[in-house]
């Protein structure tokens, strides 16, 4: 994610040696990769969507919240949405935070985040759902969010442009068989209007810009073989992911500017 034309402290000999790349709440490094995103480009609203928030104990947007951001979470599964409501009780009571479950698909994404979120041009959108998240982007049209951040399978590595096939009633069994390449993501991001600015270190999820505030903040070119992260699961899964295999499709990069 380094400044093209940046001062020498946003520069290192190695991603990983980056200052930037810091956890609080966050998975990885993410919460510090936001947070030198928006030290970049500024936040406006100060509000976000996450789709996929678990028990909400760790998550992209966690931090955020603390910080005094506002937002909306959503999560299908109901024992765990069950949780994060009772351990974020405070801030859903104050109106600070909004927890829905419910079952995120390509037909209702879209109308959700308009009728439930907290405003038009979120500063964050971030999709995490360990399957459908290009078909989620894909459709989301009613925002446009400053940033967004979409967990990529870094086991397709680049020039790789594939996605799992879309199947409304998919569930992660743990393996290597889910989500969509760094490069589709690289693909539609272009279609959107936005550009790929940067991953974390572990190779999980991948961070988006919009077009028109990137500016020369980032390092270009703006594509998954110059910012991918390949992946590093043994950094929070011991094992990590065995093998798995299903239907995929190829995105074609044709009608990407």
């Known amino acids: 994610m380094g400044a093209e034309h940046g001062d020498a402290t946003l520069r290192g000999t190695e991603k990983a040696a980056a200052p930037w790349r810091q956890g609080l709440h966050s998975q990885n490094d993410e919460d510090g990769i936001i947070a030198e995103?928006?030290?970049?480009?500024?936040?406006?609203?100060?509000?976000?969507?996450?789709?996929?928030?678990?028990?909400?104990l760790e998550n992209n947007t966690l931090a955020l919240l603390v910080q005094g951001w506002r937002g909306l979470w959503i999560d299908a599964n109901e024992v765990e949405i069950g949780q994060a409501r009772s351990n974020l009780h405070p801030y859903i009571a104050s109106g600070q935070l909004r927890v829905e479950q419910a079952l995120i698909t390509r037909d209702n994404v879209d109308s959700l985040?308009?009728?439930?979120?907290?405003?038009a041009e979120p500063d964050l959108l971030s999709i995490d759902i360990d399957g459908n998240d290009y078909y989620i982007w894909q459709v989301v049209q009613s925002i446009t969010p400053r940033v967004v951040i979409v967990e990529y399978n870094a086991t397709w590595f680049p020039p790789m442009s594939l996605s799992i096939a879309y199947q409304e009633q998919f569930q992660w069994r743990q393996n290597n068989y889910?989500?969509?390449?760094?490069?589709a993501l690289e693909l539609l991001a272009r279609r959107k209007r936005y550009r790929l600015v940067g991953c974390c270190f572990a190779g999980v999820n991948a961070f988006f810009?919009?077009?028109?505030?990137?500016?020369?903040?980032f390092a270009k070119p703006y594509?998954?073989?110059?910012?991918?992260?390949?992946?590093?699961?043994?950094?929070?899964?011991?094992?990590g992911?065995?093998?798995?295999?299903?239907?995929?499709?190829?995105?074609?990069?044709?009608?990407?500017k």
């Open 113 to 119: 985040v308009q009728t439930m979120g907290p405003a």
């Open 223 to 239: 594509t998954a073989e110059n910012h991918y992260e390949p992946p590093r699961y043994w950094m929070w899964h011991n094992a």
């Open 241 to 256: 992911h065995p093998a798995g295999i299903g239907p995929t499709e190829r995105i074609d990069g044709s009608s990407a």
């Open 37 to 56: 995103i928006f030290r970049r480009i500024g936040a406006k609203s100060k509000t976000f969507i996450e789709i996929g928030v678990g028990s909400g």
């Open 209 to 217: 810009v919009r077009a028109d505030l990137c500016g020369r903040h």
């Open 178 to 183: 889910y989500g969509a390449s760094l490069k």
